[in-house]
């Protein structure tokens, strides 16, 4: 590793190192102030933990790929689709925020269990999250590993060390020193592709699109030259993608941290600046990386290849970046899958009042055994497990017409709910292992979604509507926003 | 909701059915535009620079002022 680079990690890990220290110092003892920061998060740090938690080391490294390969139809997959998802802050972020202040909920699922009365919706919820995220975050560790490993470490020392650095400052500090080093991963990592995309445009002597346009018209056009991006496709990843503040709890319970609708206001409004922002670099990088060498091994090699015509201290803070992007995702992830295991499987299932001491054991170890399993499945996934990861936002996607029963519709029940998140999952495992290929060329998650939602309503009519809590529930969200 | 909510609602629909729309989004081979920049704009990014302007405007206009 050479000591430019080495000298930046070190100094980047201080920073998190003092952010952990001030959060420790600022602590309380309760969930509350471990998993959603006493719900007193400022502007700059809630729209920044949001976009942060977001965007993940995928990219920086994936998206530049997929403009490598797949061309311009990668920008609407994405760039559009997480700008078109700050709508979705309103529909869904200010209502799980209002329900949030109103009755202290420090997870989405323990939302549901109470909009419903049922612990089985709850359980089952928790369990699909954690199903769908805990592959993913093994596979951010491969990533992470895999690149300090082209930096001089041996990949299972920067995978360890990785892992360490996570749960050291989530440990110390939890949700405060998560948002604080999520602001400030997400600023190094925004600031920094930004800084790659405009060296690369000053560098490269002519109009990128048309200089594209001579190597492979192909990569201008729609599907793209391997096919990928056909319409039916790029809708399906368009509504993978906006509900994902619904359906990706490490997104979700984000609505429970600003301390005001101000902030919320500012979510909505600078979170897609950011993501746009964010995307741009992806796109210049990747379309530069085919005119520089257009027989790449994998498109997940452009970024390196952009890199190799740019000054020496871009490759350094390139790798920071890439690390920042990828410890602001998995902090977040270990988090919220920590608070599911802590407050819904242990604290809301227990009859016997749990201490306040022994949940504050609870919450840290089950991060500690979290970040462990991930590390361990990271040494050698499964075959599995990669297959998990790639499906996460697909197999999140069940979630959502629970969480849209729950808040748009009265008379959604229980066993609607549930069905729905049965169904859904059945239907998109249909089309991975089951061999049946999903119709019209939609994503299967996209017919496991228009099931599920099929279940949820038919299921809903036959069985009976709420009681006691979920009257609460609905009452207060039809009195602040109305329901169907 | 009221219904001005619901005509930003019917707005974002129009932006994203014009944005997956292949009889307006480009399936052919793509045309640059507005020229001399190092890189050019192109019909999706400018769909998404609208979706974005609309976005703040909503957002200043649903959360109001409220705190």
């Known amino acids: 590793m050479n000591l430019l680079a080495l000298g930046l990690l070190l100094a980047y890990l201080l920073v998190l190192l003092v952010f952990a220290y001030y959060g420790f110092r600022r602590r309380e003892d309760t969930l509350e102030d471990f998993f959603v920061g006493r719900r007193e998060i400022g502007k700059f740090v809630a729209f920044m933990t949001f976009s942060a938690t977001l965007f993940s080391s995928f990219t920086l490294v994936g998206m530049p ?12 997959f994405i760039a559009f689709a997480d700008v078109f998802m700050a709508v979705m802050i309103w529909f869904f972020g200010y209502r799980i925020w209002a329900l949030g202040k109103k009755f202290r909920y420090i997870t989405p699922t323990e939302f549901l269990r109470d909009r419903f009365d049922s612990n089985s ?12 995220l805990l592959p993913y975050i093994s596979i951010q560790l491969v990533g992470a590993s895999i690149l300090l490993s082209t930096a001089g470490l041996p990949s299972l020392i920067g995978s360890l060390g990785f892992v360490l650095v996570i749960l050291v400052y989530s440990e110390f500090g939890g949700m405060r020193t998560v948002a604080w080093t999520d602001a400030f991963q997400g600023s190094l990592f925004l600031l920094i592709g930004l800084l790659i995309g405009g060296l690369f445009l000053a560098w490269h002597p002519g109009n990128l699109f048309l200089d594209v346009l001579r190597v492979d018209p192909a990569l201008l056009s729609v599907p ?26 490490q997104l979700t319970v984000r609505f429970f941290l600003p301390k005001s609708k101000k902030v919320l206001k500012t979510m909505m409004i600078a979170s897609p600046i950011f993501a746009f922002l964010a995307m741009l670099p992806t796109l210049v990088i990747g379309l530069g990386a085919r005119l520089i060498d257009p027989a790449l091994a994998s498109g997940d090699l452009a970024l390196p290849t952009v890199l190799t015509v740019l000054p020496g ?11 920042a992007s990828s410890m602001s995702t998995v902090d977040s992830q270990i988090l919220v899958l920590s608070s599911i295991i802590t407050k819904d499987l242990f604290v809301n299932l227990r009859k016997k009042k749990i201490s306040r001491k022994a949940r504050m ?11 462990g399993a991930a590390f361990l499945i990271s040494v050698k996934p499964p075959k599995l497990i990669v297959t998990l990861s790639i499906l996460s936002f697909a197999g999140t996607l069940q979630l959502l017409p629970a969480m849209m029963g729950a808040l748009f519709w009265r008379r959604t029940t229980k066993w609607g709910a549930l069905a729905s998140m049965v169904v859904g999952v059945a239907v998109l495992s249909l089309a991975q292992w089951g061999g049946w290929r999903p119709w019209f060329g939609f994503h299967g998650a996209i017919w496991g979604l228009a099931f599920g939602m099929l279940a949820l309503v038919l299921v809903s009519l036959v069985t009976r509507p709420p009681t006691r809590n979920g009257r609460k529930v609905v009452a ?9 | 909701m009221g219904q001005t909510h619901w005509g930003w609602i019917a707005w974002f629909l129009i932006i994203a059915s ?17 020229l001399g920049l190092p890189f050019t704009l192109f019909w999706w990014m400018v769909l998404t620079l609208i979706l974005l302007v609309s976005v703040i405007l909503f957002a200043n206009r649903a ?4 705190r």
């Open chain 1, 476 to 484: 207060f969200l039809e009195k602040e926003f109305g329901m169907l």
């Open chain 1, 313 to 323: 201290f871009v490759v350094a803070l390139a790798l920071i970046s890439v690390i």
């Open chain 1, 224 to 249: 793209g030259p391997a096919g990928l991006f056909t319409y039916p496709m790029m809708i399906s990843f368009f509504i993978m993608i906006i509900f994902m503040p619904a359906t990706q709890p």
């Open chain 1, 121 to 132: 919706v709850m359980i089952i919820a928790g369990l699909i999250g954690i199903l769908f």
């Open chain 2, 18 to 34: 014009w944005t997956y729309s292949p009889m307006v989004a480009p399936a052919g081979v793509f045309s640059p535009f507005i």
């Open chain 2, 63 to 66: 959360f109001g002022d409220g």
């Open chain 1, 361 to 371: 054991w609870i919450a840290r170890l089950s991060m500690f055994l979290l970040l």
């Open chain 1, 65 to 76: 790929g997929f403009f490598y390969t797949h061309g311009i139809g990668s920008w609407v």
